[in-house]
């Protein structure tokens, strides 16, 4: 695709349930990433995936919090048991290679949890 | 802590004047930086990167300035128009083994018109 595809664009949830965050990066790109954004707040670094590597999950919050790529490609974002801290836009970006380069994001999912 | 912060959460300018936006960073060890522009209900969008072997990049209308020595870099937008009003993020790579970028909270850049 053009540019890097999330989706849902927003998802309202209720607490204790599992939510799935999905991101079709931009073809070709080898690496991947999550960022959690809250209300007028920066981006926080969740987790990198790059090639065949094993990702760098350093920035997960919590065991709440997984991230798989299958295919080198689609990237899944799962929330297991949400708390209402979990709410924010929940960005997904990519590159074409591993070092010094920009990384594209998508819209990004808005994640509510009531 | 190491941090990636603004000195300016907030910046109002006039149309047609030059803005300059300010960024510290702790981390001795980034080599690359990028500023970044997000307005409202976007993701960010690239603007301009600079490595840490350089002092100065240009874009169009858009200058990024590292000091190393201080940790600060800053951005130059000259002849600011209506469509800069975003939110303004720099991001450092910490990465030791790729692109792993850490982001300040964001300078809200308004331009009046």
């Known amino acids: 695709g053009a540019g890097v595809s999330q989706s849902p664009s927003n998802k309202v949830t209720e607490k204790g349930k599992d939510v799935e965050l999905r991101c079709d990066p931009i073809?070709?790109?080898?690496?991947l990433y999550w960022y959690r954004q809250s209300l007028g707040q920066g981006l926080e670094f969740l987790i990198y995936f790059q090639g065949n590597s094993a990702p760098d999950k350093s920035g997960l919050p919590s065991d709440r919090f997984s991230a798989e790529r299958t295919g080198g490609s689609v990237s899944t974002l799962t929330i297991q048991r949400t708390q209402q801290e979990d709410s924010a836009v929940y960005l997904c970006?990519?590159?074409?290679?591993?070092?010094?380069?920009?990384?594209?994001f998508g819209q990004g999912t808005r994640l509510t949890v009531v | 802590g190491e941090s990636v912060g603004l000195h300016l959460p907030t910046l109002s300018v006039q149309e047609g004047d030059n803005s300059i936006i300010n960024c510290a960073y702790s981390?001795?060890?980034?080599?690359?930086f990028i500023w970044y522009k997000q307005e409202s209900g976007k993701g960010p969008q690239f603007i301009i990167d600079?490595?840490?072997?350089?002092d100065k990049r240009q874009g169009q209308r858009v200058t990024v300035l590292l000091n190393k020595t201080v940790k600060h870099l800053s951005l130059q937008i000259a002849a600011t128009q209506p469509g800069d009003s975003a939110v303004y993020f720099c991001a450092e790579n910490r990465g030791r083994t790729g692109n792993q970028f850490y982001f300040g909270t964001g300078t809200s850049l308004t331009v009046i018109p």
């Open positions: 073809s070709g790109h080898t690496a």
């Open positions: 600079i490595r840490s072997n350089m």
């Open positions: 970006a990519s590159s074409s290679r591993q070092f010094n380069t920009e990384a594209f």
């Open positions: 981390n001795s060890a980034s080599d690359y």
